[in-house]
């Protein structure tokens, strides 16, 4: 029994052996849409002979695929498999893929038909945003890496929105605050200006910016998280609103008064039949949520009152470029003028009426023509009379005027100034004086003639300065570079108003320049000049009105006679005396006569001189010093009457005219010869007496007694006149060195408090 | 005048001069103010913005003169105090004025006794404060201070 077993099983597994032999694995062949080849049978493990590649017409056999993988027929086959014909197009077309973002063509690409397009555009970015993928409508996502193209293609790239931007605060605009704070009253009252009631005032020329002072959140939608960030562009809703007399009426979308309101930029552009008229804005930020617009009010921006004038607003400082207009070919700063506006798109035909300012602006040598300043090469050709010829490149050069303005007849200019600060304080100061010798250090004998501003005009044309607060280059101060600083504005002609501007550091403020025009300078305030706070050289109509000029480097105001034949106008009047009136008006220098200004002029001598005829006046309870707390003695030192011609001692020097208010004039007599005795005693006695006079009516000289000893005499034996001497607010000497100065007088003993 | 007060006159009139020439008066020099140059912020929340981060470049570019910011929590009764510094140390006029825009319903300004300024808040918002030299030149700085309220 147990062999038969055993031979049965030999001959099963043999059986089973000789079956698993011979399986056999089925092949496929998928000639997807080709002609058809039949299925076959090998055996499993076996290699398939692959038949004849099928055919489809208008494609090209490409080869077999199992899986996505190519098969060669080089593969064992264990399983059964199913074999994918690929094909090719046999010319394929070639199509275009479109790529679309937020509707803009963002890129686009090239495949073959039937192809899969494997160079796909970098994916695009977006703040806040995920790209999600490019999609052909708004519920289809293609997909590039296993979608081959049949067709050209446009797809638009979706984003999922990860954070978004909030409006967190809207505020007045930083200019608008800057207006409304420099508009107030200040402790500091030489920190304040005179005229709080200005309005503001904007061009119609060009746009004006009305942004408010946006504060933004970025918030993380899935996190809740939000952080303060910063928008370049926003949009903003604009209402403009007229004043018509009695309230404010919101303009219509169109409307003869606005040209052009921009949401995105929030400008207006006033058009020129808004001149003269009043307006008020609202400005309100777009994108505001539910509970926002419940408090729309907290979000809105209001500034009114207003007004429009005919003019260009100015934003930075290159924008005073449309201040200059010089009509004469002026040591080429004409053409480098013209080349500067070219250079930075300014219109080099239009020359505003008014410029006015809307933020503040501080001017450096950049935002003018290079002209103004010394080069290397310019220095270098001065040779040795230059020692510190590094010191001297890009120092200002002397007798240049940065800005020009000429006027027409009946043509007007304004500087309009928005109660903003107009600064120079960097700019170089003159070294190289007209000599071509630089002023070596520690000498103060360098007397500038560089001009921020100079104005020239027609008798019947007007010009302005107003609501500025200007700093200068030229503080009061022992530095003796200072005296290189910038003279702020010289007007040769043209009617010129000084309204409302606070001055400070500068060489000379206010210089009306042999000009018989009017030159007023009425409720300014101007402090810490090097040298001079008025400089009035051979000009007939200087008022100074409601004004307070304080802290000059040497005397207040200095007038200039000019000598007839000095001037190349032809006039018939001899020589062109200075005359200042002074209305309701602070001028106070208080000087020690050791300022720059005393050494510059070499007006030294004038210190003791003055110091020796005050010890007179205090015998009689009078004084002309005034000691300070630490010790120091000053002078206040008004104003100075000289001729700019080196001649001898004649009474053409001192010739020249300063009236306080209705008190009797300081005047040598030369406009209507009002005061005989002056005049006459003036002439018997200067050239070699020095002489007095005084607002309280009193006059006398210095002369000899009848022991011979010198003594104060009256005019014409006149004692009323010496007995006066010793009264009034003001004195004025007329002295030997072919100077008159007038001094304030007080009381004996008073202090000075700095 | 009696002949006797001209004579005196005449005779100190003269004295002085010789007195004068000879010894002199001693003077000073009018002291020049030091104006102020910079202004900083001391308080101890307060962040000086980095001109190389992109977000504080862009603030100080889109402001003027405005040099960091102070940003707290709102809560009720919240009140940020700012102090502040002058340069140079021996400056004239050392005091500052604090200002801002106007809103009464949102904050108010107070400025204190020892030259700092205290602002309270009554609702989330944010205020621009401009911190101004009390001397005639003007120096100035803003800070941007932000009491966080999640208002939308």
């Known amino acids: ?754 | 005048m009696k002949k006797s007060v001209i004579i005196t006159i005449a005779v100190v009139y003269i004295f002085a001069i010789v007195v004068v020439g000879f010894i002199g008066i001693k003077i000073k020099a009018y002291n020049t103010p030091e104006f102020v140059t910079d202004i900083t912020c001391v308080s101890d929340n307060f962040h000086k913005y980095d001109p190389n981060n992109p977000v504080h470049k862009k603030e100080m570019e889109k402001t003027k003169n405005l040099i960091g910011y102070i940003e707290e929590e709102f809560k009720e009764g919240l009140k940020i105090t700012i102090n502040c510094q002058v340069t140079p140390d021996n400056a004239t006029k050392k005091a500052l004025t604090f200002s801002v825009d106007e809103n009464p319903a949102a904050y108010k300004l107070t400025p204190t006794s020892d030259g700092s300024a205290t602002i309270e808040f009554f609702v989330g918002t944010e205020v621009i404060v401009t911190i101004k030299s009390t001397d005639i030149k003007g120096y100035s700085i803003k800070i941007k201070v932000t009491a966080f309220e999640r208002n939308w």
């Open chain 1, 1 to 754: 029994m147990t062999k038969k077993f055993s031979l049965l099983l030999v001959l099963c597994t043999l059986l089973l052996t000789l079956v698993a032999c011979t399986s056999k694995v089925t092949v496929t062949f998928d000639t997807a849409g080709g002609s058809q080849i039949a299925s076959v049978q090998i055996d499993a493990g076996g290699k398939i002979q692959l038949p004849a590649n099928p055919t489809k017409e208008g494609y090209t056999f490409v080869g077999w695929f199992v899986e996505g993988e190519p098969f060669d027929g080089s593969q064992k086959i264990d399983n059964n498999i199913t074999l994918v014909a690929h094909w090719k197009k046999t010319n394929p077309k070639t199509l275009t893929v479109v790529f679309m973002v937020d509707g803009q063509k963002y890129d686009e690409k090239t495949c073959l038909e039937e192809e899969l397009l494997t160079d796909l555009p970098k994916n695009p970015s977006k703040e806040n945003s995920r790209f999600v993928g490019w999609f052909v409508d708004d519920n289809t996502q293609f997909d590039f890496t296993k979608t081959p193209l049949t067709e050209d293609l446009i797809v638009n790239a979706h984003f999922d929105v990860t954070s978004r931007v909030i409006v967190y605060a809207v505020a007045l605009a930083d200019d608008f605050v800057e207006f409304n704070n420099n508009r107030a009253t200040k402790t500091e009252k030489n920190t304040e200006f005179a005229d709080l009631t200005q309005s503001y005032v904007v061009g119609d020329d060009n746009p004006w910016k009305v942004e408010p002072h946006m504060s933004f959140r970025l918030e993380d939608i899935a996190t809740g998280h939000s952080e303060s960030t910063i928008v370049d562009e926003w949009e903003y809703t604009i209402r403009v609103y007229h004043y018509n007399g009695s309230d404010y009426e919101l303009l219509e979308t169109t409307t003869d008064l606005v040209d052009k309101i921009d949401p995105k930029l929030c400008t207006i552009d006033f058009a020129e039949k808004a001149v003269g008229e009043t307006f008020k804005i609202e400005v309100v930020p777009t994108g505001l949520t539910e509970k926002q617009l419940t408090n729309v009010q907290n979000y809105t921006m209001v500034f009114e009152n207003f007004v429009v004038v005919d003019g260009y607003n100015v934003y930075e400082a290159k924008e005073l470029a449309y201040v200059e207009y010089r009509t004469i070919n002026d040591k080429d700063c004409d053409t480098a003028w013209d080349a500067f506006k070219d250079a930075n798109g300014f219109d080099k035909d239009y020359h505003p009426a008014n410029v006015i300012l809307h933020t503040n602006i501080e001017i450096t040598a950049s935002d003018v023509p290079s002209i103004f300043f010394y080069t290397q090469d310019e220095i270098n050709s001065f040779g040795d009379s230059v020692k510190n010829k590094e010191n001297a490149v890009g120092s200002m050069k002397d007798w240049y005027d940065l800005y020009m303005r000429d006027l027409g007849e009946n043509e007007n200019f304004a500087l309009l100034g928005n109660y903003y600060t107009l600064s120079t304080e960097h700019l170089r100061e003159v070294v190289v004086d007209t000599d071509n010798e630089e002023t070596p250090t520690g000498d103060v004998n360098l007397i500038s003639h560089a001009t921020l501003i100079k104005i020239r005009g027609a008798a019947t044309a007007t010009s302005k300065m107003a609501n500025l607060h200007i700093i200068g280059n030229a503080p009061r101060t022992d530095n003796e570079v200072k005296s290189g600083g910038q003279i702020l504005v010289k007007v040769e002609g043209s009617n010129f108003t000084a309204y409302n501007n606070i001055t400070i550091c500068s060489f000379i403020t206010y210089m009306p320049n042999r000009t018989d025009c009017q030159f007023l300078i009425e409720k300014c305030k101007g402090y810490e000049n090097f040298n001079s706070l008025i400089y009035n050289w051979g000009s007939a109509n200087l008022i100074i009105k409601d004004s307070e000029f304080i802290g000059a480097g040497g005397p207040v105001v200095i007038q200039d006679h000019v000598r007839d034949g000095d001037y190349d106008k032809d006039s018939d009047v001899n020589g062109f005396p200075a005359k200042a009136k002074v209305i309701n008006s602070k001028l106070e220098s208080y000087v020690t006569g050791e300022e720059g200004w005393f050494t510059l002029v070499g007006a030294s001598a004038l210190v003791p001189l003055v110091k020796n005829l005050n010890v007179a006046f205090v015998a009689n309870g009078r004084s002309f010093l005034k000691n300070s707390a630490s010790g120091a003695t000053f002078m206040n030192l008004i104003f100075v009457n000289k001729s700019g011609s080196t001649e001898g001692l004649t009474n053409e020097k001192i010739k020249a005219s300063f009236q306080f208010d209705e008190l009797p004039a300081f005047d040598y007599g030369a406009f209507d010869g009002s005061d005989p005795v002056l005049k006459n005693m003036l002439a018997e006695q200067y050239k070699t007496n020095h002489a007095f006079q005084t607002t309280g009516g009193g006059m006398g000289y210095v002369g000899l007694d009848d022991r011979g000893e010198s003594t104060i005499k009256a005019p014409n034996n006149q004692m009323e006149y010496l007995l006066k001497l010793f009264q009034g607010d003001y004195l004025c000497i007329y002295a030997q060195n072919g100077m008159s100065f007038g001094l304030q007088l007080f009381n004996a003993g008073e202090t000075y408090e700095i």
